[in-house]
Structure formats: C-alpha cells, structure tokens
C-alpha cells in the first residue's frame, strides 16, 4: 500500500498524527487536567455545623489529587488528597474553600460558604392587646443561616383572633372573646441551612384585655351653687385618659381623671356632651351624656364622703342635709339602678343613717337621694362609695424599713378618761420585734404600770409597699395594735413618723391615742449624755374627777449630771388659770430635781413645781431630745403629764432680736373649760419686728366655728429664752413661750383654751402651688378632747393645684382603714394653702417650708377639730 492509502487509513480510524520536521511543532500524549468539587454549590450554614467536602480530578493520570486551602471563618481538618472536612465553631462571615491539583497547579475549583450565628428570637416581650382592636406586633430575630421562618411550638397557640405570619414573624390580627385573658406560647423560628435547618425558641405571652366600656350611661342632675361630684365609671385596661371631644359640660364643672367637680354657675338646662376614655393600651371608647343644671334648690345633701367601714366592726354613719325651705319630713333612697350599700349594711330612709355591720370586704358605689314632702318634691342627689376593708389589710414585704431601737409615745383617751404611753422596742429588720419596754398610765383601774417588759413571742410587725406599718406591742398580758407611715427614711431604715392606735376589737370602747415614733441613739443612753437646758412641754387633759378641761405648760429644765440635778423652770396653765394665778412674769421654779438614765435609754425624772412633786418617766431620743409622762397616779390634782423636751441651741443668749421674721405659729386647746367640751385649734403667720412688736393672722376652728384670728401686741424676751408674747385688748390670749433656737419655740396659750403648740420659722418664700410637691406623710397631734378623730396616713401634691389623700382613722375606738379622696390645692404667696374638694373647703394649711406644713379642720361639722402635721 501506498504511502497517501496508509496515511488516508489512520485518518478514517480518527488517530492524530503529529509531525516534526522543518517547519513543524512536537506533541505529547496528555490530556486537559480538571477539578470538580462536592458540594459544588455555594453554602449557608450555622456555626456548629459541618460540611463533608470530596474532589474529584480528571485526566490525573498519576492519580495525584488535590492540596486544599481556605480563607475566612472556621477550619479544614482531616485532608486527604480526595476529600477533607470542613467545621467553624466561631466566627461569621464568607468563607472560601479551594482545592488545587497536584499534578497542575494552574487547576482548581473554589466552594463559597456563608457562615452566620445561630438564629434567636431577641422578643422578649409582647405589647397587651385589647379585644375587638386590631393588633400588629412583629417578632425580632437574630442570626440564621439563609432565609427564616417563625411558627409556634407544638402544643401551643396563640390568642383568639391572632395569628402568626411565617415569613415575617408578625403576629396581626384582631383578639376575640368576652373576658381578659393572659396567653402564654413559644415562638420557634427556623432557618434554611444548607446542612440543616437549626431552630429556638423563646416563651411569651400576650396579655389581653378588654375594651373599655363605660358603665356610666347616665349622669345626675345638677343644682346652681351647690357642689358636683360624679365619678365616670369605665371596665378596661386602666389608668385611663379621659377627654371631652364634643360638646362641653356646665360652666363651672370640669373633668378630672374621670371625676366631673365643681359648682354649676351658669344657666339651668341640659347640655350634652361625648366623653372619650382612652386605656393605657390605647383602645378608646366614647359614651354621649348629658347634665341638667336645675335652679338652686331648697335641699342639698351636704355628705359628700363616708368613713370606709371594716369588716365585723357596727357601722353607723348619718347623712346629713341642708335645708333652705324644705318641707318636712324627709326621705332618704339610693336612686334605682345606681348600686347598693355593702352587705350587711342598711339604710335608715327617715333618718339617713347607715347602720350595721359589714359582712364581706369589697367596694361599693351608690348615688343617694333625699326628697322633702311638698309636691312635687324638692330633692337632691350624691354620689358615695364606700370601701369595705379588712384588719388584714396591710401588706408585708418592706420589713426592713423598720431597724432598731425605737421609742413611741402615745397620748389619748381610753373609756376612763385620759391615757399615757411610752414604749421601746427593737425592731430585727424582718419584722421581729427583739426586745422593748412599756409604761403607762390610764385613769381607769390599770392605773400607773411601770416598765412592763415587751413579749417578743406576740409581738411584730410588718410593712407593705405602702410603707404604712402595722405593728402589734404585748406588755403586761395586754396585746396592742398601731398603724403608722413609716417617714423620714435614710440609708433604706425609717427614722420615725406618727402613729395612731388602732385596736380591733378595741380594748375597751373609745380607745383611742396618736403620737409619733422615733428611732433612737443607744449611744445617749446614759445620765452623763443627757445634759444641758432642755425646753419642754407638757399637754394634760384632765380626769372627770379633776372636773375636765386641759392642763398646758412649757419651760426651761437645767440637766446637770453632776448629783445629777434638774433646776429651772416651767409655766402651767390649768383651764386658764395660770401659775396658780400668780403674774405672767412669775413662772414656777422647779425645784429639788434629780433624773437617772438606763442603759436601755429609759430614765426617771422629778422636780418639784410649788407644792406640786412631779414624778416623770423618760425615754431618750437623742442626747438633745427626751419624751416624757407622769409616772403619779392621775388624781384631781395631779394630771397625766405627757411631753416632749429638746435642748436649747448651746450658748445662745437669747433677746429680742432672737425673735424677727415670719415663723408659722400652730396651737391646740378647748372652747371652755370643763368636761364634755369640744376642742379648739389655731394656725397663721407669726410676724416680730426683733424688737418688741408682733402680728398674727391665721385661721381658727372652735367647736365648729369657723373664723379668722388676727393679733397684735409686744413681747418681750428673756435671756432664758422665755417670751412672754401679749395681745392688745382684753378678749385675745397672750402666750408664754420658750425658744429652742431664733424664731423656733413651745407656746401655750394664757386664756381659758389652754392651747399648747409650736412656733416654727418659715422658710422658702414666696410659696406657689409648686412650692408642695411629692409624698408627704400626715398625722394628728395634740389631741385634747376624747371625740377628736385621730388619722395617719400620706398625701400626695403634684406641684400644679391637685391631690390624693388616702388614711386611716380611729374616733373614739371606731376604725376606718383606706380612706381616699382627691381635691384641689391653692396656694398664696405667704403660705396660706385652702384645699378643697367635692367643692368645699375643708382644711386650711400653714407652709412652714416645702417640706412640712400644719392643717387644721376648716368644716363646720367637725366640732373636734385637730391640728395635723404634714411632713415629707
């Protein structure tokens, strides 16, 4: 065969030839080399996760494989020349693998693999929902490889109404059913790694509420010049915000946190109006209302609150009414569909009285009405609650509050007549009360009991998130229940407050006493730290037997430790009859005194005052402040003295510039002298010139009347400290007082009232309804009269002419717990703060600064008025 045939053959069999020679290129037998990579599509995967990588090389004739390399996150291990695994345990990001042939260099293939956290659900909580409103929530998440989905876990579900969208996480819908509700569930989400999804999940809940909706459909008529008071009742997710957004209501009325007030001034007819509320979800409803203002009518029911009753305890609380022109007799009825009195409780429609006993705690709310017996009949309406509470009432928790020694010193009436008491105790922090001692002295049969040892075992005490303690105090067999605020607070431990008694039986009918509470200083409690000039005061209603009325003093006692021995100095003045009748420039000296201090801080101190030995047992405070009570027996001639003494300002030689400015003079006393009497109170501006001339102006309850009080005169200053204050014309009391410190001293009065009180300096002027802000705590002092109500409690100002009062009371054995109103504040330049409500004033308060403030009842029918202090 020829050359050309055997050439043609080869290229028919499809073999290449190559050729070398001039002009030509030499040729090999190797094929393209190629890398192949599984997975060979890009990656999304979790930290934690593994991929499992294989490769695979063509045309590799020497069988070499692969060299691996990578970049970014995470880490390869167990590399073969075929396959090697990769892992990432920290770290997020992109991350590149890439193998390369060994036997070309030139060749390789790359897999991406996008590395995130695991996925979390950051929502750690949801927003309240409000049925028949539309909700949208979405939830949040972090991490996840690829795209994520939510879902609920198995077992789980979400509120009526409400679902959860997959993809985005939105849970959106609007709630159903008929009650509030607190749904739990767990949200899970997913992602979509490559290597498998990884998921969470995070428990929630929703809470569901219900719309508001108002349960006032209808408001009572009004009357031209008399006081409104309406409260909107709403059910829903409270606090709630209330507007008007149409229509508007009667002059002079306006509305306040869902209470209309105020005294219609305009025109009588109806005027209509909507009312919107709005929850703290923001749900909202509207209610259309309207209020008839009629002309001034002849009836007016002046209740406008009722003393909260307790469960088991008799309740008897009359309404009362004015009359201009009414004809008798009266009816009295709850206006139908209004509410009704508590269980147990009735009402007498003759008399208005509400009598009986309470069976079960709960609130009840009721709109009164009286109608006289002309036709038609004038009438009048009032809307009332009352709260009926338990003695358990208080909570527990803040036990803390209370630690260490502290002494309390309690001043009142029992059935016999006037009582003393003076306690320590020492309170553990968790309220255990460790140790304590306890004197007192009644009228009655258990006389003088000294230094009776406190029962720890039933003795205690616990505070809820209120900080109003109830305490229980066993000496001498007898168990003993006081409520208090717990004031003055430093370092999270009370220092002190005032508090009232408040037995439940009572102990006997009509116990009744208030006081204050003081931490003590152990560190004084011994007669050489008690020294120096100690101003005092003593406040002593008397017996029956003694032929009641009150009995006063203040002075100066000298504590030298050194015998020890008492001198000084003290003004009485018993009924108005004062230092035995002898000249206001005679006080009685104090003679043959002695006084011994324990180590637990409790003493004894006697002095002779004229022919008069006074034994006294005493409690220390401080170093500079001591508390006092007779330790004698109560007799005609010997009343329950009970006191308080603080030093005198060391070295001060005192004159008549150590009186200058404004201080806010405040005084308790009687109307007359004698048993049965009702009390008098007294509280203004004192203004001294720092010479010889002074002006008061204040305002003054005596029995239920009610005036204003403006003095003038001279005083004149001993270096003693000792002021005798005098009154121009023969029908206004002089004072005696001793000053503590410039412008600061104990006052009694020289008429027949026998008031006692303090003179204070004002600071802080000019005053504005801004000037009282915040907390303070409130409680009765110097009680003189046994029908007087005792309260403590706190009340609340927000600097901008509104506030809340809450208390609790005890009138002569009769407990009322969680007493609470709200009124308006004004307050003048000078201090001068008229605080009304239900559109009446009813206390008349004294700024002494922004801190404290005195009141005194400004209502006529309190013909037992006391001063009460307010203090921050």
Known sequence: MSVRSNLLVLLLLGIAISFSGCGGGGGSNSQVISVALTPASAQAIDQGQTIQLT?????????????????????????????????VSSGTGKATVTATSKADSTKSASLNITVSAPPSITTQSLP???IGTSYNQALAATGGAGTLSYSLASGSSLPGGLNLNTSTGAITGTPTGTQASNVKFTAQVSDSSTVGPVSATQP???????????????????????PYNQTI??????????????????????????TITGTPTGATGTTSLTVKVSDTNGASASQALSIT??????????TTSLLNPLVGEAYNQTLQYTAASATLPVTWSIVSGSGTLPAGLSLNTGTGAITGTPTAAGTSTFTMEIAD?????????????????STSVCGSGSESLLKGQYVMSMTGFDASGPTVMLASFTADGTGKITAGTQD??????????????????????????????????????????????????????????????????????????????????????????????????????????AGGGNSVGVGVMNLNPVGPAVTGVVDLNTNGTVNSGNPLNSPTTLTAGTYNISANGRGSLSFGAGATTIHLTVYVINAGQLLMMSSDPQTATNPAYSGFAGIQAAGVAFAASSLKGTGVMFLSGQTAPGAGNSSRVVAGLFNSDGTSAFSFSGDRNSGGTIDTQTLNGGYAVAPTGRVVITSTGSLTPSFIAYLVSENEGLVISTDSSAMVGDVEPQTGAPFSNASLSGMYAIATIAPVVPSSAFIEGAESYNGNGNFSVTFELNQQGYLSLGNAFTGQYTVSSNGRVVRTWNGNTQK???????TRTVNLSNSATDTSPTLFISQQ
Do not use: K
């Open 55 to 87: 490769t695979s090389v063509t045309n590799d004739s020497s069988s070499a494989g692969v060299t691996w390399s990578m970049t970014g996150p995470g880490a390869l291990s167990n590399q073969t020349t075929t396959s090697a695994t990769y892992t």
């Open 128 to 130: 309240p929902a409000t």
């Open 204 to 226: 929630l809940s929703v809470a569901v509420f219900l719309a508001p909706a108002f349960t006032t459909t209808s408001l009572p008529n009004a009357t031209i010049g008399n």
């Open 233 to 258: 009742l709403v059910t829903g997710a409270a606090p709630f915000t209330f507007s008007i957004p149409s229509g508007s209501l009667p002059t002079g009325l306006s509305l306040s946190g869902g």
């Open 293 to 302: 203002v009629n002309a001034s009518a002849s009836l007016t029911i002046s």
């Open 373 to 389: 017996s002309s036709s038609p009949p004038a009438t009048a309406t009032q809307a009332l609650t009352l709260d009926v509470t």
């Open 440 to 545: 007192n002295n009644s009228s009655g049969a258990s006389g003088v009991q000294s230094n009776l040892p406190v029962t720890t075992a039933t003795s205690s005490y616990n505070i809820g998130p209120d900080n109003m303690p109830t305490q229980t105090l066993t000496a001498g067999g007898v168990t003993r229940t006081f409520r208090f605020t717990a004031g003055n607070i430093t370092g999270g431990v009370s220092q002190g407050g005032r508090i009232v008694e408040f037995n439940f039986p009572a102990l006997a009918a009509g116990t009744n006493t208030v006081g204050t509470i003081s931490i003590q200083d152990p560190q004084s409690f011994s007669t050489a730290s008690v020294t120096g000039s100690f101003n005092f005061t003593i406040n002593s209603p008397l017996t029956a037997a």
């Open 844 to 850: 008349v308060s004294y700024i002494i600064s922004p």
